[in-house]
Antibody, heavy 115, light 107 residues
């Protein structure tokens, strides 16, 4: 069974960089695309972007200027960096495996942007 | 960007009833449509992909239909564990987009 686990700081100051890592078990990260999404409290899901094992990326146009994703196949991990954060970036962040749709998800990690 | 619109926002139903949720795409997505269930405090769970194919382990009471711009998710004989928020998502175009969700609550 594929499992994903997000990790990273739960509190980030405004204007700083949000950094999260997703660790994958039960599957090689060398296959598929790996995705980040987020969900503000009480709102819908927003796709942030995806990365392949080769490091090919696609980002949401609305976040593209602030997002960087990376992957470490030796550790079976992929990461998200979102810079210049504001309170609007406060959300539950999820990582997931993309198989066109999203078939396996992490449990999510809450990131709050506040001074 | 393709806008996904779900209706209604909230459905109040009794256990054992049948419910139908709607999802509309602002432009055609063929059958590239997935449905997810999200229970409180949990990650979304894939229910349906390809508009009508149940994911592994999903009970037969869940069914999906539609293509193009109009889609439905039907849950027959609602069980207690089915009270949750349901999201639709298109994977026809970039960026991938989700509807705002339909909450199915106990009447």
């Amino acid at each position: 069974q594929v499992q994903l686990q997000e990790s990273g700081p739960g509190l980030v100051k405004p204007s700083e960089t949000l950094s999260l890592t997703c660790t994958v078990s039960g599957d090689s990260i060398s296959s598929y695309y790996w995705t980040w999404m987020r969900q503000p409290a009480g709102k819908g899901l927003e796709w942030i972007g995806r990365i392949s094992a080769r490091g090919n990326t696609d980002y949401s146009p609305s976040l593209k200027s602030r997002v960087t994703m990376s992957i470490d196949t030796s550790k079976n991990q992929f990461s998200l960096e979102l810079n210049s954060v504001t309170a609007a970036d406060t959300a539950m962040y999820f990582c997931a495996r993309e198989n066109w749709y999203f078939d396996f998800w992490g449990r999510g990690t809450l990131v709050t942007v506040s001074s | 960007e393709i806008v996904m619109t779900q209706s209604p926002a909230t459905l109040s139903v009794s256990p054992g009833e049948r419910v139908t949720l709607s999802c509309r795409a602002s432009q055609g997505v063929r059958s590239n449509l997935a449905w997810y269930q999200q229970r409180p405090g949990q990650a979304p769970r894939l229910l349906i992909y390809g508009a009508s194919t149940r994911a592994t382990g999903i009970p037969a009471r869940f069914s999906g239909s539609g293509s193009g711009t109009e889609f439905t998710l039907t849950i027959n004989s609602l069980q207690s564990e089915d009270f949750a928020v349901y999201h639709c998502q298109q994977y026809s175009n970039w960026p991938r987009t989700f509807g705002q969700g339909t909450k199915v609550e106990i009447k």
